[in-house]
């Protein structure tokens, strides 16, 4: 072999060897943060009893089953990711919103539908770094405690969806006078949209904000392939109630 087709050679050795030695130790540095983080914030096991307890004060009822059309239509909107392996939706989440700091987007959200629960149930009303960090932690802690539809049945029963409504027994009840299995797409589309900003998007208040909010989850999930376009055009051009 020529000398500089050697040289080469052993260049490209010692840099795939540079890169191999920086990949490895970023990964074992992980491992040991995540190992950290987990043994730093408390345990996860009391989250359905905090959920049963939220609920019983507000003297609401439980969904044992989140309809297929709510949780796609929640997926959709809130975190198009959940249901793959712990912590791959939050690495996600992290990424898009420190994308969107980037940008200049400071009201994109990257908070997961675990990290949301995790937050409500254990850290309420935190926002600082330190609280957000407990709340990485614990959302995963959740998604290697539970399954994701006990996650998603969680979430459903634990959220706030206006107009007095808390889960989404009593805000389909609420808003449509039926329970959640029966809700079509328009309607579950709504109860999504409503969990980012009740208040903003309440369909008796602001009507138009609503549209405009269900509307952006028909969208969602018809990028994502749930809705054909025919479709995604029909349940947009029903009513809001």
Not at 51 to 62: G, K, N, Q, Y
Not at 141 to 168: C, P
Not at 193 to 207: E, F, I, K, M, T
């Amino acid at each position: 072999m020529p000398a500089h087709r050697a040289a080469g050679a052993r260049r490209r050795r010692r840099w795939l060897r540079r890169v191999l030695a920086t990949l490895s130790a970023f990964v074992v540095l992980t491992c040991i943060a995540v190992g950290s983080l987990l043994a730093a914030v408390p345990s996860v096991a009391t989250a359905q009893s905090l959920v049963r307890r939220e609920l019983a004060s507000h003297e609401a009822r439980a969904v044992r089953r989140v309809p297929p059309k709510v949780a796609d239509a929640l997926i959709a909107i809130e975190d198009q990711v959940f249901g793959s392996p712990p912590g791959v939706d939050i690495a996600y989440g992290l990424v898009r919103y420190a994308y969107a700091r980037l940008l200049g987007r400071t009201s994109q959200g990257g908070a997961t539908l675990a990290q949301q629960l995790a937050k409500r149930l254990y850290t309420p009303g935190g926002r600082s770094v330190l609280a957000k960090v407990e709340q990485v932690g614990l959302a995963l802690k959740l998604e290697l405690t539970y399954s994701h539809r006990q996650i998603l049945t969680m979430y459903v029963n634990d959220v706030y969806f206006g107009a007095g409504a808390w889960g989404l027994a009593d805000a389909s009840t609420r808003y449509f006078h039926r329970p959640p299995s029966t809700l079509d797409w328009a309607q579950a589309s709504l109860l999504a949209g409503l969990v980012q900003a009740p208040s903003r998007y309440d369909p008796l208040r602001h009507p138009h904000l609503a549209l405009e909010r269900r509307d952006a989850v028909v969208t969602q999930l018809e990028a994502m392939g749930i809705l054909s376009a025919a479709e995604a055009h029909r349940v947009a051009a029903q009513p809001i109630l």
